[in-house]
């Protein structure tokens, strides 16, 4: 069945944002993507308030440059794990960008210095730093290796990412087997070239290989974020879209690559839907209209989405920020009443 201008909305969604969650009762690393400007922050929010409410430590972190969360939440969480005023279990924060570029460049300019010397190459490591770090696809990674580290660290029980590193967490999936042909193939020449330095030299020792080191570990730490990030038990992409054609394209095209590279998606949350039953023949045209156009796209994503659909959220009067607007936003994620539209009761437990 599908929605039209003048029926109410009539579709049923099978599994909500609530069931998926029950169904996944090991959940704990929460991704949320989509379009500029759709709602991600604010459903990245609302959800991460409502796992805390519901009695879990829960980390919400942003690895958006442009970072949002200090404003959401009206508090300073920048560059630090800061407890939500007002909510127990709620920590939030937005990763300093620029300190965890220079920290990866550091490192980088540590093993560089370390293998030019090793191969006894008198060159100086800047050029090789600068040529290796100056691009946008280091600094994407860099995020995303702190993102990682976070997830590593295993200290909290739900973790909330805002602005899912989308393309990233692709790349770095479609990567993982070529790195891992590529360390091993690495590894074996280390190996081989340790063999004959040991077979020449009067000592038996073994010596110290920083380098074979740091390839085992290299290739552990991608092993462990793809065997995270592929668990359908604990990781969930969750996709944001508005009732508009463009959100729309961008979240089937992400959908289709996920599918592709085995990244569990949790489903699609429809943002900002006019409710219907407070526009009549009285209201502006334009916003006539406008709930008439979202109704079009809402029949494409009931089709499109079929069965993936987990909440479809009303466009509330005013802007999402502060705890209270959150819990709103969370009642109408977690609690819709019709499954419909998140007209809902208006509580959080
Ligand atoms: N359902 C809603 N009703 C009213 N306002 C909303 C709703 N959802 C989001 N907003 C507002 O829309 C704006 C964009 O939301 P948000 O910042 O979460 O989007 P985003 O996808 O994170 O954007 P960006 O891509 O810039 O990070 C914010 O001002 C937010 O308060
Ligand atoms: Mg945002």
Redesign the pocket.
Known sequence: MTANASAPETNVIATTMSDYVAEHPRLKYLFFG?K????????AGATALWSAVAGRRTLLAST?P?H?LSGLLDQDVFGRQVAVAGVPNLFAYEIDTRETIERSKREIRDKIQWFLKFAEVSTKADEFVESATMNPAFEESAMFENMIDLMFKDEYEVYVF??APTANARRLLGMSKVYGLWVNKMMKSREEAQGLRQLLSFTKKKEADPLMEYLIEFRGRIEHARELLTDEQRTAFFF?TLPEALPIAVIARFINWFHEFGIPVGGVLV??RIDRSVVGADTAEFVRNRLAMQDEHMATIWEKFDGQVRAV????E????GTAMLRR?ADALFLPETGALGTGRERVP
């Open positions: 989509g500029g400007g759709v709602g991600k922050t604010v459903m958006n442009v949002s805002d602005t944001v943002n900002m959220v009303p466009l509330f005013d802007e999402v920020r936003l």
